[in-house]
């Protein structure tokens, strides 16, 4: 009975889970669809979103290798589409320094850490290890994606304007976050709590 309970609470926290992050990865839709009407990326940056790729892109390989983590893989794909989407619109509205900037940045932690990161844990670890190797990595750039939104801070501060930290993106990452913790919990699995 009690191993039922268990199962019940960890798919009903993981779909959660899924729509929470569903919300999350959507909750800019507002500010791009502003970006796309003012034809300008006006003060906005692209940080917040290239970490969320990243990070989407690190669970995705998470998930990849600690096998049977469908829930996991469903909502980190259509992260990385969301992302993405949000990355090309911004690069298409934003001044030329800014689509410099958010290429490198893109080129940095899609490409070249990413790359690094698959091929060291790939030719230097092996099995449990490399699935410890690459949560901890997962971790901590999911922590940035919840400190990134917050680089933006000083901005509404001196501003005194949330235009450019949008409250739905903070409320439902703080969402995301607890009912991530509780399917980690309940799972047993440290890295996604």
Sequence with gaps: ??????????????????????????????TFYKIYKRKSSE??????????????????YYAYLKKNMILLITINSFGCIMELCFLIIFTVYANYESKIYTTKILFLFNTVAMGLIVGCTYSLSEGHKRVTIV???????????FVAPLGIAR??????????????????????????FFYGLFIKDFFIA
């Design 155 to 180: 901005r509404v501060i001196k501003t005194k304007n949330v235009e450019y930290m949008p409250v739905p993106l903070s409320l439902f990452l703080t969402l995301s976050g607890v009912v991530w």
């Design 43 to 60: 003060g906005f940056q692209s940080i917040p979103y290239s970490v969320a790729l990243f990070s989407a892109m690190l669970y995705l």
């Design 1 to 30: 009975m009690a191993f039922l309970i268990a199962a019940h609470m960890v798919f009903t926290f993981g779909i959660l889970g899924n729509i929470a992050s569903f919300f999350v990865y959507m909750s800019p839709v507002p």
């Design 135 to 145: 949560g901890w990595i997962s971790s901590v750039f999911s922590l940035c994606v």
